[in-house]
């Protein structure tokens, strides 16, 4: 059974930035297209970035756009979400998941922005 493991998440002040890393166990993870979602309290899940398995194509939700970004290493089975600019607004738990076979959820990455 494929697990997925987020990590990378903490504290940042508004500005920030922050690197999360999900690694995937299985290789049929290379031929999934993966997102990254977020739950903030109180509110539903919402995916926020996806990218096809060879990474050629990528998608984001309109209040990330130009400055999130999704990227993945097959060979590592790792996807990542690079998040720059950060504000408060994006403080949430973060998880990966894949969208072409949804696998069991992770334990999600923590992500505070705040000063």
């Known amino acids: 059974q494929v697990q997925l493991v987020e990590s990378g998440g903490g504290l940042v002040q508004p500005g920030g930035s922050l690197r999360l890393s999900c690694a995937a166990s299985g290789s049929i993870f290379r031929f999934h297209v993966m997102g990254w979602y977020r739950q903030a309290p109180g509110k539903q899940r919402e995916l926020v970035a996806s990218i096809t398995s060879g990474g050629g194509t990528t998608n984001y939700a309109d209040s990330v756009k130009g400055r999130f970004t999704i990227s993945r290493d097959n060979a590592k089975n790792t996807v990542y979400l690079q998040m720059n600019s950060l504000k408060p607004e994006d403080t949430a738990v973060y998880y990966c998941?894949?969208?072409?076979?949804?696998?069991?959820w992770g334990q999600g990455t923590q992500v505070t922005v705040s000063s």
């Open positions: 998941n894949s969208l072409t076979l949804p696998l069991p």
